[in-house]
């Protein structure tokens, strides 16, 4: 019999399982509603019929049991005892086969490998049979429970209570694995976790209900120490204003607040900028408090320009030049809710005349007051509230309180009933029982007993958000027997689609699909996360799957040599960051193909990120699309933000971008380093500086480097062109930038546009690794081999749609991991 009369008979047997199996899996009739998960993909298996190599085992044999084999398990994998015929019987490792060949990883380079038609048709028929068997045996994977992390935890109290809270002033912070941050197995509940969160429902309660008991409090915000503040400081601060900073504040009570404002000091204390008088205004929702006149009020002989701290000024001028800004600060009456709160200076345009001096870095930098320079914020505290009452109209309240009852003893019980109810519903992410409810109603009579009507409800409040079932997410398994398969249940469905696409609880429409037991119909499923995704709650899914996916955490943690680069400052950090999170964003608005994230023309800057790429004629700190034509920028493989969380504090690292390229965008990542390697060599024998490529080069010449770095560096040598900071060079030493590179295969490409053409070149690779990712963070844990046939049915399914953002993610949706669980095994 031939390898394809094989595959077919095969095909045909795996359905007949299936048929079969079907109907004796628990709850049938939910399996064939959503039997939606298989067949897509046991048609697009039937219909594969791709031609197999003559024989499989002779491949495996020429290439790859030299060293996988039962003698020396080279990897902790032997092959010689194993049959490629039989996939069904090892998924696992003929998964992790399956992926070393598609990457190319393995034969090594050096090593003899197949041509590329025998690569292609050996995965084929690999990838194929493990498809095959992955219908006939669902394994969804096991979630263990998921405790809310702070984002999640933030959100849901947004969505629940009306309420903008920040969660890292309430919670701790929340390790990553995985690469994200909603991992379930590393989101554990310590002893002082319980704590804050406990401490957090106490304070959310009262805020969201208005304790009138709530005393007052100063929240302080500060200003990043190396912002620059010579322009208008974002989109909420007044045209024609300067530096300052902006805040959204939750006033929780009607009263009397503070407002007040302190200015920058250098190393020593003395005030900045306070040789001629500056503007200052504060504002509450651009409503002008007060216009306060700071400096230009010194009094008798002063300190050597810069030299403030060192020498001394009369004593008059040393008082004011340390308590000029002690008058800044105004009480005001504020109504109870989220206002913005805002600083900033009146903008003066002139040109200051003499020498245009070098920007100062180091000590010299810290210690210079500026005296005739200008002021800067350096932190804004707002305190309160005195004198409150509590606000009888606000957002929350609104949300609370669904009735009012007119007489204690006929309607406070059953209004208190239906308002716990109501929040428990939307908490619990389900029908709260009747026990539950019993629960709540007791903690609302204990504070009713001890206060008013209100008091009973911010207790029956601050248990709900107690709760196990509002913190933790427990999806609930049929009684089955161990290590079955079962398919969600529509209420765990809904609120795995909610934290996927907007990291919070599911809304009245999900909820109410749940319990209509719709929601797990493909179509309105469909319809469902297109309306999720027209939502401005999906902006969730940059901020917290993209940014997470493409690491750019590391960029909070950038220290350039100031040395190297002296003109780095806060701004410009800010603004790389700016930059992908508007660009990712608006790839999904637009539904675009995901490819275009490498192969887009465009980016958005503002005029401090144009003036770092040297872009002219973009100006003020909005955000706006450039269209590139030169082929240096646009997309993500020319913005500053990756190529500088991929450098050194002084020099470029074609090793960490390469490392970068191969983990994120073609989920290939290297094997971490052996602990004995050692650091590159800056110069030769003869003390002569070597260029980065010639280190690396010498770093291959050691044949336990070289499996790696064959594959790291030649990625990474394609981005020399820019600088640790992402600027474009042409030269770096003062010799010509070289930005041509090689691959094992022989393939070569020069500079970032080739290195953009390599990746759309192999777009499944890098639509498959993206599918990958998005599924992970979908799930909350990591992709395990049994996941790879659903990555490769979501990359199969959304060819046709070029891999629009949308098809993708209800590929995502559809899934097998996603739509079915596992349930748990017993232990002895």
């Known amino acids: 019999m031939s390898w394809t009369q094989a595959g077919l008979c095969n095909r045909l047997t795996f359905l007949w399982i299936v048929l079969r199996r079907s109907f004796r899996l628990v709850h049938v009739s939910r399996w064939l509603i959503g039997a939606w998960l298989v067949v897509p993909l046991l048609a697009a298996t039937l219909q594969a019929q791709d031609a197999r190599p003559a024989d499989s085992r002779a491949v495996l044999n020429t290439y790859c049991v030299g060293c996988h084999n039962s003698r020396l398990r080279t990897g902790n994998l032997a092959l010689d005892d194993r049959d490629p015929a039989r996939v069904a019987a090892a998924p696992d490792v003929w998964e992790k086969v399956a992926r070393k060949l598609r990457t190319r990883e393995m034969p090594p380079a050096g090593a003899r490998r197949p041509d590329d038609e025998t690569y292609r048709r050996l995965i084929s028929s690999l990838e194929s049979d493990l498809d095959a068997a992955a219908i006939a045996t669902p394994r969804p994977g096991r979630v263990p429970v998921h405790r809310l992390n702070r984002t999640e935890y933030t959100n849901a109290i947004r969505d629940l209570l009306a309420l903008d809270v920040d969660g890292r002033q309430l919670l701790a912070d929340e390790p990553a694995g995985n690469g994200f941050d909603n991992v379930a197995s590393v989101l554990t509940a310590s002893p002082a976790l319980i704590e804050s969160y406990l401490s957090a429902a106490s304070t959310v309660s009262r805020l969201a209900v208005g304790d009138r008991t709530l005393g007052p409090v100063v929240d302080t ?3 990043p120490t190396a912002m620059a503040q010579d322009d208008r400081s974002g989109e909420r601060q007044p045209f024609g204003s300067r530096g300052g900073l902006s805040v959204r504040y939750h006033f929780p009570a009607d009263g009397t607040y503070t407002v007040k404002v302190v200015l920058k000091r250098q190393l020593y204390l003395y005030l900045i900028g ?9 504002r509450i929702d651009g409503a002008l408090l007060k216009r306060f006149t700071i400096g230009g009020e010194g009094k008798g002989q002063t300190a050597p320009e810069s030299f403030a701290g060192n020498t001394q000024g009369d004593p008059a001028w040393e008082v004011y030049m340390h308590t000029a800004d002690a008058g800044l600060e105004v009480r005001v009456p504020v109504k109870a809710g989220v206002r913005d709160v805002s600083v900033s200076f009146l903008r003066e345009h002139i040109e200051p005349e003499g020498v245009f001096q070098p920007p100062q870095r180091g000590f010299a930098r810290t210690t210079n007051e500026l005296y005739f320079g200008d002021p800067a914020v350096d932190s804004l505290l707002i ?6 009452s509590v606000a009888r109209d ?46 709540l109603v007791d ?54 689609l909610s934290f996927f696409l907007w990291s919070s609880i599911p809304d009245d429409e999900l909820l109410n699909l749940a319990a209509a ?18 939502d401005e709650k999906s902006q969730a899914l940059v901020d917290n799957f993209a940014m997470q996916w493409l690491q750019l955490g590391r960029l909070a943690g950038v220290v350039p040599d100031v040395d190297e680069f002296p003109d780095f400052d806060e701004n410009l950090r800010e ?74 504090p002084n020099r470029t690292s074609p090793v960490l971008r390469g490392r970068w390229l191969l983990e994120t965008l073609l989920g290939a990542p290297p094997p971490p380093p052996p602990p004995d390697v050692p650091p590159l060599k800056e110069n030769n024998a003869e003390g002569e500086r070597h260029s980065v490529r010639e280190r690396l080069e010498t770093h291959r010449k050691n044949p336990g480097c070289a499996i790696c770095h064959v594959r790291m560096d030649p990625l990474g040598f394609s981005l020399e062109n820019f600088d640790a900071l992402g600027k474009w060079r042409a030269t770096s030493d003062g010799v010509a930038v070289d930005a041509s590179a090689s691959l094992p295969d022989g393939s070569r490409f020069d500079g970032v546009a080739g290195l953009r053409a390599l990746l759309v070149s192999h777009r499944e690779d890098f639509v498959r690794t993206f599918a990958d990712r998005l599924l992970s963070y979908a799930i909350g844990r990591g992709t395990e081999p049994s996941d790879f046939p659903a990555v490769r049915r979501i990359v199969r399914d959304t060819a046709a749609q070029d891999y629009r953002w949308s098809a993708i993610i209800k590929g995502v949706v559809h899934s097998t991991p996603f739509g079915m669980g596992t349930s748990a095994e017993t232990t002895p």
Request: proline residues 6%.
């Open 383 to 388: 305190g309160g509230p005195y004198q409150p």
């Open 517 to 534: 037991g719709t929601l797990s119909n493909p179509a309105v499923l469909d319809q469902q996360v297109q309306r999720m995704l027209r």
């Open 221 to 223: 915000f500060k200003v």
């Open 394 to 439: 606000t957002p929350s309240r609104r949300k609370i309180f669904v009735c009012q009852p007119t007489s204690r003893a006929k309607e406070e019980d059953g209004c208190a009933r239906r308002i716990l109810t109501t929040l428990a519903r939307h908490a619990y992410r389900r029908p709260p029982t009747g026990a539950e409810v019993a629960t």
């Open 575 to 648: 603004a790389m960051r700016e930059e992908t999170r508007q660009f990712v964003g608006s790839q999904l608005r637009e539904d675009r193909s995901v490819v275009d994230l490498v192969s887009a023309d465009y980016s958005f800057i503002n005029e401090r990120l144009a003036r770092h790429y040297g872009v002219r004629d973009i100006y003020g700190s909005r955000f706006r699309r450039v269209m590139f034509a030169d082929g240096m920028r646009g997309g993500l493989l020319g913005q500053a933000s990756i190529l500088a969380a991929t450098s050194y």
């Open 443 to 496: 903690f609302y009579r204990t504070g009713r007993a001890n206060g008013d009507f209100d008091l009973g409800i911010e207790r029956g409040l601050r248990r709900i958000l107690s709760s196990p079932s509002f913190l933790f997410r427990i999806e609930r398994e049929p009684s089955v027997a161990p290590g079955t398969p079962f398919a969600l249940s529509a209420f765990d469905l809904a609120s795995r």
């Open 274 to 282: 306070m040789g001629e008088p500056h503007q200052i205004d504060l």
